[in-house]
Structures are given as C-alpha cells and as structure tokens.
C-alpha cells in the first residue's frame, strides 16, 4: 500500500482520545474564565429593565395628563393607564385605547410604587429592587423614574 493512501486513511479515522480531551479541556477553562462574568448579569438586567419600564410608565402618565388634566389619583394607581377609572375625579378625555397595555410590575415581580401628588409635586414613581424594601444598595436600591 503506498504511503499517501495510508495517510488519506489515517486522517478519515478521525480524533483520538487525546485529541478529545485537548478540546475537552480547552473547553473547561474557556467556560472556567467566562461564567463568573455571566452569573451576575442576569440582576442586572433586571435593574436595566425596571430603569426602561419606569421611563415609559411616567411617559404614559405624562400622555394622560396632557389628555385629562392630571395625573390618577394614588387610589386610581398606575391602572388607570390600562382601564378608565371609575372612581372621582373621572378623566374627561382618555384615550380609549389605553395607555399602557398592562398593569406594570417590576421585573421582580412587585408593583411598582405610584403616588400622586408626590414630593415633587406631580407624581412619586419608584419600586424597591430585588430585595422589596426600601433602600439598599446595588440590586436592592430603590429605582425611580429620575434614576439614571
């Protein structure tokens, strides 16, 4: 048999045993130096998420105050931008389609807070983090609509 057709076999044969644990451990120390970074995103992506929601929720609050006159009352609460309120003071001109298409809750699974007249004078807008207490830091900080 000549010498090129037994290379062109050895080569159909395909990877040793080393070869597979060469790769095998190439793989490990790629993940080794990878899923430290990875484990503590999915956090967070939660405070980028409730960031985003907090800026579209008091951009539909805005809306509703340019269609009715103000803001929903604290016990009207942030459903007032999925359904007509019913209760005192009635909107004059909501917009039929709504305003949001859910009722909002935090991506951790809380409602957000809504207060109107806040602090400022318009309205107060914030959820607790992770931990749904006030304060904290990190992930358990307190968000708000101003937060950036």
Do not use: C, H
Request: glycine letters at 10%; charged letters at 25%.
């Amino acid at each position: 048999m000549p010498p090129s057709l037994r290379r062109r076999r050895a080569l159909r044969r395909g990877l040793t045993l080393v070869e597979m644990i060469v790769v095998l451990v190439i793989i490990a120390l790629v993940a080794v130096m990878i899923v430290p970074n990875v484990i503590g995103r999915p956090d967070q992506a939660r405070v980028t998420v409730a960031k985003t929601d907090l800026r579209t929720i008091a951009a539909a609050l805005r809306m509703y105050r340019l269609d009715n006159g103000g803001y929903p009352t604290t016990e009207q609460g942030l459903i007032a931008l999925v359904e007509r309120p019913t209760a005192a003071p009635a909107p004059t001109n909501w917009n039929a389609e709504g305003y949001l298409p859910e009722a909002p809750r935090d991506p951790w699974g809380q409602d957000y807070i809504y207060r109107s007249p806040g602090a400022n004078g318009a309205f107060d807008l914030m959820t607790y983090g992770r931990d749904g207490e006030a304060g904290g830091e990190g992930v358990d900080a307190d968000l708000t609509d101003r937060t950036r």
